[in-house]
């Protein structure tokens, strides 16, 4: 059970790290990136938008998650009785979302430089989190504390990722998170990540997502306007995740979801959406 956990846990944070995309993107078995150009190049800072909550209070949001329902009058619930003791409409779970996201992007991320050889730069602070179990998990999510060190990557004091592990590049107006295929393999010495991936990719390829001999490259759509660059997935992008996910998902035990049925969640968003956006901003 450890293993299948490890191996969707790996397989959907993949899939929702930077989300994918279902665009004509077909997987490119080439020996290194293209010439690197990139409209992106610089140093940045996360910013948000201000929008009216359902409350009808403004509110700050540096993560958005925003969903266009088919029906508003009847968005559909969570189950939320082994938790709370209520469901919830998802709307409301959606707003809390961003709400947390938007928290911890604020607190937690000072600065992304683009640097001009596609590599990242980055300042930080560390998530406290206050205990192991999940409720603690969720807790230290709900209201997050930081510590006071601001941390840079790369650099001697982080120990998030090798520099090398990551990069971008930018092409056809989309920006494409690299993830190096080096690294992976020696993220667990019990499984074949490497494999897992390929495997997955030639079972899903209308996920979109780059494969070459060095890396794997996640796609997601950008627009620069007024020095705010807004990187971000849309429905077209997640309802194939969506589809990789379900199953994985809908296969844990209650124990394991705190009786949500997380498989029923994720096709109501497919189902019961016509639009669809998780996106940050960086000025």
């Known amino acids: 059970m450890k293993k299948l956990f490890a191996r969707i846990t790996l397989m959907t944070a993949f899939c929702a790290v930077a989300a994918m995309s279902a ?6 078995k080439g020996s290194s990136k293209p010439k690197f150009t990139s409209e992106l190049i610089g140093t940045y800072t996360p910013t948000y938008v201000s929008r009216e909550t359902s409350g009808g209070e403004m509110n700050d949001y540096y993560l958005t998650f925003e969903a266009t329902w088919v029906d508003p009058a009847n968005i559909p619930t969570i189950d ?3 938790v709370i003791g209520f469901p919830m409409p998802m709307n409301t779970i959606l707003e809390l979302v961003e709400a ?6 604020k607190g937690g991320l000072v600065e992304v430089e683009l640097k001009n050889d596609g590599s990242f730069g980055a300042k930080y602070r560390d998530l406290v989190l206050q205990g192991s179990d999940i409720s603690s998990i969720i807790g230290s999510l709900m209201a997050p504390q930081f510590g006071s060190e601001i941390k840079q990557f790369p650099g001697s004091g982080s120990s998030v990722l090798p520099s090398d592990a ?3 590049y930018t092409k056809d107006g989309k920006f494409y998170f690299t993830l190096s295929r080096s690294f992976l393999k020696g993220v667990a010495s019990d499984m074949d990540i490497v ?7 030639q079972q899903f390829p209308n996920l979109g997502i780059v494969s070459t001999d ?10 620069k306007e007024n020095g705010v660059v807004k990187l971000y997935v849309d429905r077209d992008m ?4 969506l589809d990789v996910v379900s199953p994985l998902l809908g296969a844990l035990g209650p124990e394991t979801t705190m009786g949500i049925d997380l498989g029923q969640v994720l096709k109501d968003l497919k189902e019961q959406t ?7 901003r960086l000025k």
């Open 166 to 168: 990551v990069g971008y």
């Open 214 to 223: 060095e890396y794997y490259a996640v796609p997601l759509k950008y627009t």
């Open 195 to 201: 494999t897992l991936l390929d495997g997955m990719l």
């Open 238 to 241: 997640i309802v194939p995740v």
């Open 100 to 105: 947390m996201g938007s928290n911890i992007v």
């Open 274 to 280: 016509t639009a669809l956006e998780i996106a940050v």
């Open 80 to 82: 939320l009785t082994a």
């Open 23 to 28: 665009s004509c993107n077909k997987d490119d």
